[in-house]
């Protein structure tokens, strides 16, 4: 080819008007930079006429061209099989050696010298809270409600986040989560609770969730007003978080 | 469920090993992906993609979330890729590059014998970068990220990031012509 | 290995065979890994001798003071944690009664499958 020698053409320094470049930079012979021609192709700003007319820009974009097609060809079936079970199995086998299974959290009465580690008692608490159909369960960290004894035998209180569809009134929701919660810190532990917080940090599109149908449907075609949705209800959880006192 | 690894990632930080498991899983296939196109090699792709996920669990609870968690695994595992292109040993001699065809997997078993050798050819050049260059010219044609994302995976300027970026094309359209 | 310390040994196997048997109670901890283990009490001794199988602590503040047994558990998922705790603390009480009499006995529940 006649014209593929745009890159073999003077060098650095000797093209028009000595304007300086980057050492690894070059100048065509009709004075563009190389790194901004390529530039211009990536972009799709090439509507500027010089480079499709510059035979020696044209060149230039015709190499960068080859280069992408001969990597998309080099690319196609490539896939090797990966086995990402086996690797997920050898990570989780270090996993399971360096867990972090928190402070211990009191069980039963205060007399009484058993406990429970806060990561299992707060995946117990997370899973209680999902029964709730929709409902996602994020942060779950439990604290002694009283300060003083270490580790403290009183009870406790939850603070517990959530992602719930978008069903008003939220408040409702939040009560029968924290319902579910206390519910199996009794049954399923034998957690003693004071305070259960429910913070609900997103909503979804309810239509999204897995539920059953029917006055949920009509809701879809207000998906547009989502944005809206959230705002409320997030002023409902401010509201909510204001008038039972919860912990910001 | 998709766009729930912000949920997961906190679970996880707080000890829910179950929660981790899933995010394992997940990303996985992504992230062999591409640490392949950074090594050349699908069983150092597992070592160091094993590696990230090991290292992602220890800090976790550092996370804190400030960004996506795809985004900061992905940076421990372009990093750690980086790692180890650097404590290669500098390839000078084509001889010593092993056959693109076995470990490059950019290579396709492809059907012409032109473009066979085309990508071989694409294969060798891309061995011979350097890690640095090899690495954000990845990131940028095969992943599609924009070169402030790039900047910040691998700790540098975008203007940094556009130069090897640059100086990689470079070298592999100078190979391409060359083999032409 | 001393006396005292082949005395402590003994008293928890006693513990963890005994705190293992709880129903409800899936396996002692640390990990799961040494579920699989089979090197807890049939395996090489380490240097001295000295063995305690996992999840399981015996110590004692002073040679005549009482023992305090800790107790690392993992329960089944189906079972309240109190319930089970309660019951390896009364097993294990119970069984070092006559070796180990006002023994101090601590259970947690570290996890549930």
Redesign the interface.
Known sequence: MAMNTGAELPGPGTGTGGAEEPSDDERLACGRLLSEVWEAREDGADDDPHLRECPYCSAAVRQLDLLGAAVREAGAGREPEWDAGALTERVMDVVRLELRPGRPLPLGEREEDLWVREAMAAKALRAAAETVPGVRAGSCRIRPAESGGSPARGPVRVRLEVVVPLTPPLRDLAERIRQRVHGAADEALGLPVADVDVHITDVTDPAGAEEAQGPRGARDTQGAQAPQGVESARGVQAAQDAEEGNQP | MPGDDGLLAVRAAEGDEDAFEVLVRRHAPGLLRLAASMLGSPSEAEDAVQDAFVSAWRRLPEFRGQSAFTTWMHRIVVNRCLNMLRSRRPVRDLDSVPEPEAPDHVVSPARAAESHAAAAALGRSLAELSPEQRVCWVLRELEGQSYETIAETVGVSPEAARGRVFRARRSLTEAMTAWR | MTAAAAGRDALADTVARVAADVPGVAFLRP???DLFRSSVRTGPPAAGGRRQPAGVRVSRASGSGPWEVDVQIVVRRDH????V??AV?DAVTGALAGKAPGV?????????V
């Open positions: 990990g799961l890994a309240r944690a109190l319930t705790a309660r603390r101090q006995v601590t259970v947690t529940v570290a996890n549930a």
